[in-house]
Structure formats: structure tokens, C-alpha cells
């Protein structure tokens, strides 16, 4: 096991069913990253698509997150779905319905414009199914960070629910 791994502590609600995973991250259309600033957590809410084996970010050229992941690529992603509060009589009878998938990884920065583009689509067509496939222009694609992560480690939890592919 890698420094990054733990075991589970709820064995019941992990889920090991590596179609299951795929399927999560397939449809998933916003995920939260988690990089670390020097000494300080920063996290932020993405738009991704997934291509069966690296999780696609895009966003902004510039700013605080890329200046981050350029210091330092490591990554926390969270994705989560089907969340449902469930309440009780009493606030300790509360609780929440979800399914959740976390991953460690490394994220670098996808610089040939035909890779970006192609990744663009995936995260286009994850986000709103059933668009056309675009060619971006070289000045549309300058204007926008396309990013690829690498999962070591990927986990996923549910509870309340059993999640199918």
C-alpha cells in the first residue's frame, strides 16, 4: 500500500466493482480539487469528463489554482452523486444517502492543441450530452487550461444506495 492509501474504515460501504468506478466517472460533470498551496488547502469545483483512464480538467489560462499545480501537481478529487439528506426525529437520527468516489493523483497540464481539443469534446460531451464534436481554433484553445489526471489511488464509497454500472 501506498503512503497515499488507507483501508476503509466502513468495509460495508466501500465499493470495489471497478465497472461501477468507471461508470461514476463517466457521468460525473463536476468534481472538487483539492491542491495544497505551500501549507494551505485550496479547493475548487471543475467541470471534468472522463476518457477510461485520465480524469480531464479545463478551466481558466490563469490564476491561482494553475500557479498551485505548477509548484506542485499532487491532487485530492472528490466526486459525489445521488446525495440525499435523510432526517430523523432527532438530529443524532439524521443522516445522508450518497455515493462518493476520492482520488490521489498527479495532474499535468495537456499542452499539444490537438490532445487538448480532443479532451475538450470529451469534457463537452460529458457535460452536456448529445453536443457536436468541435475543432477549436488555436487562439480558442490558448485562451484555456486543459488538464489530465492520473489517478494512484481511487476509492469509492456508498451508502444508502448501491450504485450500478
Given at each position: 500500500?501506498?503512503?497515499?492509501?488507507r483501508p476503509?474504515?466502513?468495509?460495508?460501504?466501500?465499493v470495489t466493482?471497478?465497472?461501477v468506478?468507471?461508470h461514476i466517472?463517466g457521468?460525473?460533470t463536476l468534481?472538487?480539487?483539492?491542491?495544497v498551496?505551500?501549507?494551505e488547502?485550496?479547493?475548487?469545483?471543475?467541470?471534468?469528463g472522463?476518457?477510461?483512464?485520465?480524469?480531464?480538467?479545463?478551466?481558466?489560462s490563469?490564476?491561482r489554482?494553475?500557479?498551485?499545480?505548477?509548484?506542485?501537481p499532487?491532487v485530492c478529487?472528490e466526486i459525489?452523486?445521488?446525495v440525499?439528506l435523510?432526517?430523523g426525529?432527532?438530529?443524532e437520527?439524521c443522516?445522508?444517502?450518497y455515493?462518493?468516489?476520492i482520488?490521489?493523483?498527479?495532474?499535468?497540464?495537456?499542452?499539444d492543441?490537438?490532445?487538448?481539443g480532443?479532451?475538450l469534446n470529451?469534457i463537452a460531451r460529458?457535460?452536456h450530452?448529445?453536443v457536436?464534436e468541435e475543432?477549436?481554433p488555436?487562439?480558442?484553445?490558448?485562451?484555456?487550461?486543459?488538464?489530465?489526471v492520473?489517478?494512484d489511488h481511487?476509492?469509492?464509497?456508498?451508502?444508502g444506495?448501491?450504485?450500478?454500472?
Open positions: 500500500m501506498g503512503t497515499t492509501e476503509m474504515r466502513k468495509k460495508e460501504y466501500e466493482d471497478t465497472a468506478l468507471q466517472l457521468r460525473a468534481c472538487r480539487v483539492a491542491v498551496d505551500g501549507s488547502p485550496y479547493l475548487v469545483t471543475m467541470n471534468c472522463w476518457d477510461g483512464e485520465r480524469l480531464l480538467l479545463h478551466g481558466a490563469q490564476g489554482k494553475l500557479d498551485i499545480l505548477r509548484a506542485n499532487r478529487v459525489d452523486e445521488d440525499q435523510v432526517f426525529a432527532t438530529g437520527e443522516t445522508a444517502n455515493v462518493s468516489v482520488g490521489t493523483g498527479t495532474a499535468s497540464f495537456v499542452l492543441p490537438q490532445v487538448k480532443r479532451d470529451v460529458q457535460c450530452p448529445g457536436p475543432v477549436f488555436d487562439e480558442a484553445l490558448s485562451r484555456v487550461a486543459v488538464l489530465e492520473q489517478f481511487l476509492t469509492c464509497k456508498a451508502k444506495t448501491t450504485p450500478r454500472p
